[in-house]
């Protein structure tokens, strides 16, 4: 097709399509144009075959042709492209050599991106010699500002001036792909370049890290530079991007309509809700109506408070779900985090601390320097992360996670950056015990490989257990058969998943629920009412102030579920049935008949305190008769005389932590 067929082609087509919207952008002082490629295809099909192979030219040509629109102001407006065909939709990884020049659409998450700077577009140069006015257009490919090789009037090569420079704003981010189509694969990258009005302030907020967008551009070539700043035979290929697609929606930009609204509205009025929410999470899962139900108030979740001091009380809640296997840990998180928008999904042998929090990378061809990249926590801020096989990450990463779930927030100071990224996410966690099943007549810290001060972080705790029961295991089976096989409609969610996102954004962007006096009081007495069993210094602790914070959390969730403006009392008492539901899972120790707190939190219970001191007296009382070195054989017979039961335990566990060491076989020796 000639030049002129396209001019005349594209002047038609505007004319007959866009012209309203160019009088508008015109008006409006918008410097772009969304064209709609799909319209311009069913217009003319060769015309888009066109623009997907020789894109920068016939952009470039359209772009002029747009200020000959008959308009009451001229205005040459960026051509940008939405609904891309499939044909040009392309993985990171098979991008070849063969797209260069070529328009792509390819889809990431933005993983690092570099601050909106001005750059060069095009430079006024005069003459020494002659005082000739030379411009130069400056390009992306080169780093360095190009200068004429000479004069066009007088030929002089001695230097020239620079009168003046036209810029643009610009911005460097690498995306990569989506998790889901990267299973067993490491996900592959490519650096985007972004310039002029894909820089405001509203499409930064769109190209920041941890954002899923949709880039369509046009594949381009840089040569790759050495250590000493030559350049290579091998280069790098980078995409000049024409537009940003919105893959995944914000809370803010989440449109409610009004009839989706007065359903809501419905609802909550509802009192069966609850019930329903719970029946819309995971429907083809049988039973765990509880463990379903604290879910669902975690992805509503709490109210966050600034206190007079500048405290921050974290108003999302952190649960942990302990279970054995095939029991559908992993299924649950897996659906929890594609609930809400950007929700995480990532799984423990494959998670480091750098990955869930932030690492500090060089980046000297693009970006220049060492350039912060962010990791999973920081990219699921305002939602909520799914971490399965939480016990098998390795020690080190999980220290990288208790503050991130006390303060919501992640520090970091590597090389020449110091940073603190906001990580205000919900954490779903999902372990297994060590000995494949769990025994709850073990405290937690025997049974999952996790630290107490971790294990403290979480407000709530679930024990997900395979018990052998013929009635429960065939209606689980029936349940199974039906939603499976058989009565496919019967499991599907009461809510769809569109709409409970929607249902939750509403909740989440416009109620603030305020805890009430008898709401208060409710709470209150059942946190004294617990502690108060707890009489004498040997007595174990019940419950502590972290449960009392999240039976707040839990009973202002229960609250935006209504949209109620106020906690009542039937929201504190949802909070404590869940809390008393995991205590008695967790908490409960069959030694005394007690809710012991250390047992669910982690630590040591005060049975086994009280055994540890009588086992310590006894070391005193044999140092002071034998010497320093006594024999274990003597301590075992002694600890049992005064009713310890399991000394040879007592003394590997502190052995282990060095409270004892063993100078010889058979011996022992206090440190």
């Not at 075959?49 to 894109?55: A, N, Q």
């Not at 990171?92 to 050599?97: A, G, M, P, Q, Y």
């Not at 320093?628 to 502190?654: C, F, H, Y």
């Amino acid at each position: 097709m000639k030049q002129e067929d396209i001019r005349e082609q594209f002047l038609q087509f505007l004319d007959e399509n866009y012209k309203k919207d160019l009088a508008i952008a015109v008006s409006k002082g918008k410097k772009s144009l969304e064209i709609d490629f799909g319209l311009l295809d069913k217009f003319n099909p060769e015309l888009t075959d066109i623009v997907l192979e020789k894109p920068e030219e016939i952009i470039q040509f359209f772009e002029e042709c747009s200020e000959e629109i008959d308009l009451p102001k001229k205005q040459k407006l960026h051509v940008r492209f939405k609904n891309m065909p499939e044909s040009s939709k392309i993985r990171i990884r098979n991008i070849r050599s063969e797209h260069i020049g070529k328009l792509l659409c390819v889809d990431g998450i933005v993983k690092r991106a570099s601050e909106v700077r001005p750059e060069v577009f095009e430079i006024i140069f005069e003459c020494y010699e002659c005082g000739e006015k030379i411009s130069m257009i400056q390009t992306e490919k080169e780093k360095t500002i190009q200068y004429p090789n000479n004069c066009e009037k007088c030929k002089s090569r001695r230097g020239f001036k620079i009168l003046n420079q036209k810029l643009y704003d610009a911005r460097w981010i690498a995306i990569e792909e989506p998790f889901e189509i990267t299973t067993g694969e490491r996900p592959s990258e490519i650096m985007i370049y972004l310039k002029e009005d894909l820089t405001t302030p509203k499409m930064q907020n769109r190209t920041d890290p941890g954002n899923r967008i949709r880039i369509i551009g046009i594949l381009k070539e840089v040569p790759r530079r050495n250590t000493k700043g030559g350049k290579t035979r091998q280069l790098e290929i980078l995409l000049d991007a024409n537009n940003i697609e919105m893959v995944e929606t914000e809370w803010e930009e989440i449109i409610v309509s009004p009839e989706e609204e007065k359903f809501i509205m419905e609802l909550t009025k509802d009192s069966k809700v609850y019930d329903k929410l719970v029946a819309s999470l995971a429907p083809t899962m049988y039973g765990m109506e509880t463990v379903k139900l604290s879910i669902v108030l975690q992805l509503f979740g709490g109210v966050q408070h600034f206190l007079k001091d500048n405290t921050r009380i974290r108003g999302d809640i952190h649960i942990l779900l302990i279970g054995d296997p095939a029991v559908g840990k992993s299924q649950i998180l897996k659906l929890a985090s594609n609930m809400i928008p950007r929700g995480r999904y990532v799984s423990g042998k494959g998670v480091t601390g750098a990955g869930l929090t932030a690492s500090v990378i060089k980046d000297e061809q693009f970006l220049g320097g060492w350039v912060l990249e962010a990791g999973a926590l920081v990219l699921s801020n305002n939602s909520i992360i799914s971490i399965d096989e939480f016990e098998k990450m390795e020690k080190t990463d999980q220290v990288a996670m208790h503050e991130a779930m006390s303060l919501q927030q992640v520090s970091i100071a590597k090389a020449s950056i110091v940073a603190t990224l906001p990580a205000k996410t919900s954490v779903l966690a999902g372990a297994n015990p060590k000995y494949s099943r769990f025994d709850p007549y073990l405290p937690i810290r025997e049974q999952v490989d996790l630290s107490e001060t971790l294990l403290s972080r979480f407000d709530v705790k679930f024990a997900l257990k395979d018990v052998a029961n013929a009635e429960i295991d065939a209606k689980m089976v029936d349940h199974v058969l039906e939603s499976r096989h058989f009565k496919q409609e019967s499991a599907k969610p009461f809510l769809s998943p569109e709409f409970l996102r929607k249902y939750i954004a509403f909740a989440r962007n416009t109620c603030r629920p305020l805890l009430t006096e008898e709401a208060g009081k409710l709470l209150k007495n059942f946190y004294v009412d617990l502690r108060s069993k707890s009489s004498g210094e040997e007595s174990p602790i019940p419950i502590t102030l972290r449960q009392y914070e999240a039976l707040i959390r839990l009973a202002e969730a229960s609250a935006k579920v209504q949209l109620r403006e106020k906690v009542t009392v039937d929201d504190a008492q949802r909070a404590i049935d869940i809390i008393k539901f995991s205590l008695r899972q967790f908490g409960f120790d069959p030694q005394t008949g007690l809710i012991d707190i250390d047992r669910a939190e982690g630590g040591v219970s005060s049975a086994s305190r009280s055994k540890i001191r009588i086992v310590l007296d006894v070391i005193e009382e044999l140092s002071r008769d034998m010497g320093k070195t006594i024999p274990v054989d003597e301590l075992i017979k002694r600890a049992q005389e005064q009713g310890v039961d399991n000394v040879e335990n007592i003394i590997k566990s502190m052995l282990n932590e060095g409270t004892l060491f063993s100078p010889k076989t058979g011996f022992i020796q206090k440190i």
